[in-house]
């Protein structure tokens, strides 16, 4: 894994360099470089694979509009970061409400069993960082998976780089809770 | 680094390092989003707003002319009697002449005055109404009050009439 001070960015450095904002190639280069990476962080803030997979490609459809004014002063990898961590925040609002009115409409009946596609991604630590804020959830996934640095994670999660170190205690803490460990 | 952060490190990679190897799908087309809300708000609605008032009031005008000219409401009476007029028209024209603008607008303009004149006599169609003595109408035989011509209504041919006794 690289140093967390250079951070996951660093490795990118050069191939990040040239894209061009507005550049329908480099937009392209850019979605089959960070493709699997940003689906790997929904996995862990949606609810499942199809959904994160649905949330990609939203992230990437919303980059894309902005691609002609994204301005290269972050990592471009944080900066859909930040998109994908929006979409997920806007997926868990709308699943709030499709919930309710599901538990409206099984009242009385059996719950429907486990997705067995979601069985090999069964996990109480990944499901424990599925009930946490998104944001703190993304700020551990792209610590401790991705290896960014804290100006990486500042940049995808919206904060003040000095935040970042707290922010990610505060996760912790939260993570710790949800598991019911001490 | 702590035990849970350990954990965490092992159990993300566990999870997420088969995604990696997963075919990347072909990206979704990004559409231009002309929503509901673009349509029922802001700018959009304005627009909406003033295209279906455009609409109706067209509608509406269609339906009062149609109705002033013909003393019909029903549109299909409108083109049958246009039709007959442009073939009355036809019929009356001399050997070698051309032309029936002129005809079919005289035609159309009489038709229009009678119309109004009739209405004038027997009420505007309304189920209750006082014509000018003041005697009240079923205003069944009304022809509508339209003035077909377009041109101002001819106020000097009513005939004033005497004041209504209220009470008698």
Request: proline share 6%; glycine share 10%; with cysteine.
């Amino acid at each position: 894994m690289q140093s967390r001070e250079e951070g996951a960015a660093s490795g990118a450095a050069k191939a990040e360099e040239a894209y061009q904002p507005g550049s329908e190639a480099d937009f392209e280069r850019l979605y089959r470089n960070t493709y699997r990476r940003i689906l790997g962080t929904l996995i862990t803030l949606v609810r499942d694979r199809a959904t994160a997979e649905d949330c990609a490609q939203e992230t990437f459809e919303r980059a894309y509009r902005n691609w002609k004014s994204w301005q290269p002063d972050a990592p471009v990898e944080a900066w859909l970061h930040r998109i994908a961590i929006n979409v997920a925040i806007s997926d868990r609002r709308h699943q709030r409400i499709r919930q309710a009115g599901e538990l409206v409409r099984r009242l009385g009946r059996p719950a429907p069993g486990a997705d067995p596609s979601l069985v090999a991604e069964r996990s109480d630590l990944v499901a424990a960082l599925k009930k946490l804020p998104p944001k703190q959830a993304a700020a551990l996934v792209l610590r401790h998976y991705h290896g960014y640095s804290n100006r990486e994670i500042a940049a995808a999660i919206g904060v003040p780089e000095q935040t970042v170190a707290s922010r990610l205690g505060a996760a912790r803490k939260q993570l710790q809770a949800v598991l019911g460990r001490p | 680094m702590s035990d849970l952060e350990r954990e965490l490190e092992s159990e993300l990679h566990r999870v997420l390092d088969p995604v990696s190897s997963l075919p990347i799908p072909p990206r979704r087309a990004a559409h231009p989003r002309v929503s509901a809300r673009t349509l029922l708000g802001g700018a959009g609605a304005a627009l909406t707003f003033k295209i279906l008032t455009g609409v109706a009031a067209a509608a509406a005008a269609v339906t009062v002319v149609g109705a002033a000219t013909t003393g019909s409401l029903d549109p299909s009476v409108w083109g049958q009697v246009v039709e007959e007029q442009v073939q009355t028209c036809k019929n009356a024209l001399a050997q070698g002449e051309h032309g029936i603008g002129q005809c079919v607008s005289s035609v159309a303009s009489q038709h229009g005055q009678a119309v109004a004149s009739s209405a004038r006599h027997h009420g505007d169609g309304s189920s209750k109404s006082k014509d000018n003595n003041g005697n009240t109408n079923n205003g069944n035989n009304g022809g509508g009050n339209g003035n077909a011509n377009g041109h101002p209504k001819d106020r000097s041919t009513r005939s004033p009439g005497p004041p209504a006794s209220r009470g008698s």
